[in-house]
């Protein structure tokens, strides 16, 4: 898994000194804890959870995270043309919360994040059943998930307890299936949609205006978390390909550490009162969330 280097930064970098333009200010709007999005539960459960995902055998993790919980199922196919390249995700129901949770992994290796590029930027994209288009490895890697067990385990347990709720996760790659993830379920009415909540961590943009007015319109609880210089939710560019995110951007401008301020941010797609207020990118921050490695943190029992 840890085979990311400083040569995925320069690839990234090199694509924005040829087609990104900035645009800079550093006025941004604060929130307090008090507001929708919750610190803790991001910090706490969902990234833990994302994190999770890069370990063949989650459990324990998930026993750090949860008290009271059970691994419903794990799968893991091959994705795309590399035979080492693969995506994968679980479903875990918590008791004590009263949620059913899908998470989804994100990539594990510079081949693959250079696929995903290379799909999404040049390959047509792929129709979202909710509305608009959305990136075609993106939507192969969650419909080969989706459809390989991670739906029959949802809909089972979430038949089994229809009371609870359904939460949506994931970080980069898996930020992206996520996000898909999170607006069929509510397209589909396969639970209520104020029973979804979805945040991911480092989510590239997924779809055109449309997919992104779609999941707007479909998720009222959706947030995507980015920490500081982490480049990958400026790509796709938006100006370039049709790629638009949708909201809402929870901006880290700081170390994450517990405590850190944060920004909502509520105006159109790469405003410049938040992330896209930097333009010196490091891939670095898009490994490094809340103070842990996403590698690193599985390894350590996901454990603070």
């Known amino acids: 898994m840890k085979i990311f280097n400083s040569n995925v930064s320069l690839f990234f970098l090199a694509i924005f000194l040829i087609f990104f333009k900035i645009n800079y200010s550093i006025s941004k709007k604060l929130i307090n804890q008090n507001e929708e999005y919750n610190d803790a539960f991001a910090r706490n459960i969902l990234y833990p959870l994302s994190a999770a995902a890069f370990s063949s055998v989650p459990n324990l993790c998930l026993k750090n995270i949860f008290k009271n919980s059970t691994l419903i199922r794990q799968v893991t196919y091959k994705c795309d043309v590399t035979s080492s390249d693969s995506c994968s995700g679980f479903v875990v129901v918590d008791y004590d919360k ?39 490895y993106f939507n192969n890697a969650f419909q080969t998930v989706w459809n390989g067990g991670i739906k029959d385990a949802y809909l089972t347990i979430k038949n089994k307890f229809p009371t609870f709720e359904t939460w949506v996760t994931g970080h980069s790659l898996g930020a992206a299936m996520a996000s898909i993830c999170g607006s069929t379920i509510s397209y589909l009415k396969y639970t209520n949609v104020n029973n979804i909540k979805q945040i991911t961590f480092g989510q590239p943009r997924t779809g055109d205006k449309n997919y992104a007015k779609a999941v707007d319109n479909l998720i009222s609880y959706s947030y995507r978390v980015i920490h500081k210089k982490d480049p990958v939710p400026h790509l796709p560019f938006k100006n370039l390909f049709g790629y638009v995110h949708h909201k809402e951007e929870i901006f880290y401008d700081n170390n994450m550490m517990p405590g850190s301020n944060y920004s909502l941010c509520s105006d159109e797609d790469d405003s410049n009162k938040c992330s896209n207020k930097h333009f010196d990118y490091d891939f670095n921050d898009h490994l490094l969330y809340f103070n842990r490695n996403i590698f690193t943190f599985e390894e350590e029992g996901c454990k603070y």
């Open 98 to 136: 009263k949620a059913v949770v899908i998470v989804f992994r994100g990539s594990i290796s510079n081949e693959q994040v250079t696929f995903e590029v290379i799909d999404t930027i040049f390959k047509k994209k792929d129709k979202f059943i909710g509305g608009g288009f959305v990136s075609s």
